[in-house]
Nanobody, 118 residues
């Protein structure tokens, strides 16, 4: 599975961005898709999850501001980010999970930079 993110950029605080992540390859295996982010000098953190079925989930820091959605026909996951804050500045990574024997295999995109100016 290959993942390609797009939509990052520079935005002022209070603004919005929409990230996209297109999956290709063995997309039939994909179960959950998610977004993570990594700020400079920090670990990669969970942002939002869209399972193949069931309830979406969000990190507390973005709940109510960010919305994750999937278009299964296009093998694409989106992250709509509203009311952006400087602390949202990070490289945002797309993640896709595929079940394998005994567990899961994670696939990652290359990341897209989001910078929020104050």
């Amino acid at each position: 599975v290959q993942l390609v993110e797009s939509g990052g950029g520079l935005v002022q605080a209070g603004g919005s961005l929409r990230l996209s992540c297109a999956a290709s390859g063995d997309t039939v295996c994909i179960s959950a898709m998610a977004w993570y982010r990594q700020a400079p000098g920090k670990e990669r953190d969970f942002v939002a999850l869209a399972p193949s079925e069931g309830t979406k989930s969000y990190a507390l820091s973005v709940k109510g501001r960010f919305t994750i959605s999937r278009d299964n026909a296009k093998n694409t996951v989106y992250l709509q980010m509203n009311s952006l804050k400087p602390e949202d500045t990070a490289v945002y990574y797309c993640n896709a999970e595929c079940p394998i024997e005994g567990g899961w295999k994670d696939h990652w995109g290359q990341g897209t930079q989001v910078t929020v100016s104050s």
